[in-house]
């Protein structure tokens, strides 16, 4: 695994240049805040390139499949995450299957189908799950983030994406995730656990 103390990286302006494999532009900036107090001098490029088979039947699986296509093509470092929320009365559904859970990648369509699937049993529990993958020339590393609350019973609030409007995280105050500010979402969320545990092991080279 690359060092962010290594010479041996392409830099601009003294800052280690990163592959993000995401095409969410809302994700690129979640990272972007996250990221930045934990590895200054970090620039993370937007991947432009074609979208890997997500195949894989787990969040870590999934992760380390998308960076490593983006290092493959870039031969840059690479991040990459694959997320999604796990609902305890459904089994765990969608978990990995949470962005095409409707079958039309629409958020809205998304989150109204957990609504009717879940309908109204008392047990709401849920988590949003991260993992999230690093690869470089040097090797490979993926970590979970978990974050705990229980589903509303109807959309709430205007901010976040996928399905923030209807998760109540334990730690919110009994506020739904799409009703924090994007600075006290990025110091809760499951995003925040798992990359800050990624950017620990990245500085450890």
């Keep these: 695994m690359t060092s962010l103390g290594s010479t041996g990286i392409d830099a601009v302006g003294g800052g280690l240049q990163v592959v993000v494999a995401t095409r969410n532009p809302h994700k690129v900036e979640e990272l972007g805040r996250i990221l930045a107090p934990l590895l200054p001098g970090v620039e993370l490029l937007p991947d432009s390139g074609p979208e890997p088979v997500e195949d894989g039947d787990t969040f870590e699986a999934n992760a380390l499949i998308k960076a490593r296509a983006a290092h493959e093509r ?21 978990g990995i299957h949470s962005a095409r859970y409707a079958g039309t990648r629409v958020d809205r369509d998304n989150l109204e189908l957990l609504l009717t699937n879940l309908g109204d049993r008392a047990d709401r529990g849920a988590r949003f799950v991260c993992a999230a993958a690093w690869v470089d020339g040097d090797g490979e590393t993926v970590v979970r ?57 990245i500085a450890r080279g």
């Design 145 to 201: 983030g978990e974050w705990s609350g229980e589903i509303a019973d109807a959309p709430r609030g205007a901010g976040g994406f996928g399905y923030d409007p209807i998760f109540l995280p334990h730690d919110a105050g009994g506020r739904a995730a799409a009703e924090l500010s994007p600075e006290e979402k990025d110091a809760l969320s499951h995003r925040r656990i798992a990359f800050t545990a990624l950017a620990e092991r």
């Design 74 to 94: 870039t031969g840059l470092p690479a991040l990459a995450d694959d997320s999604g929320i796990e609902v305890d009365a459904l089994d765990g559904e969608p």
